[in-house]
Structures are given as structure tokens and as C-alpha cells.
């Protein structure tokens, strides 16, 4: 099984450039997150999504888009790419809306993003 | 809002000894889960283990369990008879029960980084 497939594993952009960092899951998940990875902070929920066309916010969502028009697929947009948005970014998984303890969180191996 | 505090940036532990990581968390909710999540340098989260807050068991699996202290908002990791393999960064996490409908989150603690040496 792929499980969760996140592409690219690197990018490097210049401050302004736009891009999308893909997720794809093939176990029919519904509930679907990204997350950024910061040293010294943690990981901090971006967006997430529990089924087909339902999105929200999450901890800290400014400068990021997000869409869910399949099941398979939740892509994050950056428009406008800062500095500040350099981090490692997981995208995670569940079979259930609500991901609860029942249900196992999957992540993906991240994407390493620096903005010059 | 939840926190997670891990006091504990770094930590070292020699091979087949026992080590524990300190975890706080911050919530005025009454059920929640939390978790451990280990994070080796391939940079793959791995769940390691998970305690429903109803439950007073303290949860285990093989080499790992967990101090859960409910009214003092604790939640330890011991990992008995290290392995090299252990060497990873250690996330503490927090997550609200969820009502039908609702997504739940996680809220990560800064992580430990956990070294076992020979």
C-alpha cells in the first residue's frame, strides 16, 4: 500500500514565487490535515478537511490555500511564498472525520520547503 | 486553547537502560486523548502509543508505557531496555474528543530529542 504520498520531498523558492505542495492518499480516508514542522515549535495544524469540499482552519492557516475536490487528494497552495513559511510540512490521514484515538493518524515523509 | 510542554529538549540514554520523558499538557476539557509520536531522522511520524483520558490503566505496548496523571496533567514516556533504534525525536500530543461531525486536532508538544548510545 502507498499509503500517503507527499511530492515534492524538497523545493527551494524565491519570496513571491507560488507553488503546490501535493498529498495523495489511496485508503479512502476522510479525514484528511497539513501540518508544518518548526525547530523548537512542534508541528502546528494548517488546514484539514473531513470529507470531499469540506475545509477549515487550523492553527495557523495565513498564507496557505487549500482545496479537497476528491477524497484521494488534498493539495496546499502557497501564493505568495515568504520566508517565514521555510518548514518541513506533513500531511496526515484518518479513516474517521473526527480522527480520533480510534482511528491511527497516517502521516506522509514531509516536504522540505526553504524560501529565499 | 491546549498546550503541551516537553521540559526536556535533549536527552541521553545508554543501550538496554531505562529512560522516561516528561510531558505536560494544559486543558480545561474532561476527555481527550494523547499520544507519543516519534519522529526518527528518516523524518516519518510513528505513532508509539496512546491514552485515552477516561481510562485510569496506564497504557503499554512491549517496550513502552506511560505515566498518565490526570490531575496533575501528566503524561510520561518510559522506554525500557533502549535500543539504538530508539533514537529519535519524541513528540508529546494532545487531542480533544471529538462530537459526531467535528474534526478533532492535534496539538504537538517542541519534542525531545532522544539519543541511545552503546
Known amino acids: 500500500n502507498a499509503g500517503v504520498t507527499q511530492t515534492p520531498k524538497f523545493q527551494v523558492l524565491k519570496t513571491g514565487q507560488s507553488m503546490t505542495l501535493q498529498c495523495a492518499q489511496d485508503?479512502?480516508?476522510?479525514?484528511m490535515s497539513w501540518y508544518r514542522q518548526d525547530p523548537g515549535m512542534g508541528l502546528r495544524l494548517i488546514h484539514y478537511?473531513?470529507?470531499?469540499?469540506?475545509?477549515d482552519q487550523g492553527e495557523v492557516p495565513n498564507g496557505y490555500n487549500v482545496s479537497r475536490s476528491t477524497t484521494e487528494d488534498f493539495p496546499l497552495r502557497l501564493l505568495s511564498a515568504a520566508p517565514s513559511q521555510t518548514s518541513v510540512y506533513f500531511c496526515?490521514?484518518?479513516?474517521?472525520?473526527?480522527?480520533?484515538?480510534?482511528?491511527?493518524?497516517?502521516f506522509g515523509s514531509g516536504t522540505q520547503l526553504s524560501v529565499l | 486553547a491546549q498546550t503541551v510542554t516537553q521540559s526536556q529538549p535533549e536527552m541521553s540514554v545508554q543501550e538496554a537502560e531505562t529512560v522516561t520523558l516528561s510531558c505536560t499538557y494544559d486543558?480545561?476539557?474532561?476527555?481527550?486523548?494523547l499520544f507519543w509520536y516519534k519522529q526518527p531522522p528518516s523524518r516519518q511520524m510513528i505513532l508509539v502509543i496512546r491514552?485515552?483520558?477516561?481510562?485510569?490503566q496506564n497504557a503499554t505496548e512491549n517496550r513502552f508505557s506511560v505515566n498518565f496523571q490526570k490531575a496533575a496533567k501528566s503524561f510520561s514516556l518510559k522506554i525500557s531496555d533502549s535500543q539504538l533504534g530508539d533514537t529519535a525525536m519524541y513528540f508529546c500530543?494532545?487531542?480533544?474528543?471529538?462530537?459526531?461531525?467535528?474534526?478533532?486536532?492535534?496539538?504537538f508538544g517542541t519534542g525531545t530529542r532522544l539519543q541511545v548510545t552503546l
Open positions: 496526515a490521514s484518518s479513516p474517521d472525520r473526527r480522527a480520533t484515538a480510534n482511528e491511527k493518524l497516517f
Open positions: 485508503m479512502n480516508h476522510e479525514y
Open positions: 478537511s473531513v470529507g470531499a469540499g469540506i475545509t
Open positions: 486543558t480545561s476539557e474532561n476527555n481527550y486523548y
Open positions: 491514552q485515552e483520558a477516561y481510562k485510569q
Open positions: 500530543a494532545f487531542m480533544m474528543w471529538g462530537w459526531a461531525g467535528t474534526a478533532s486536532k492535534l496539538t
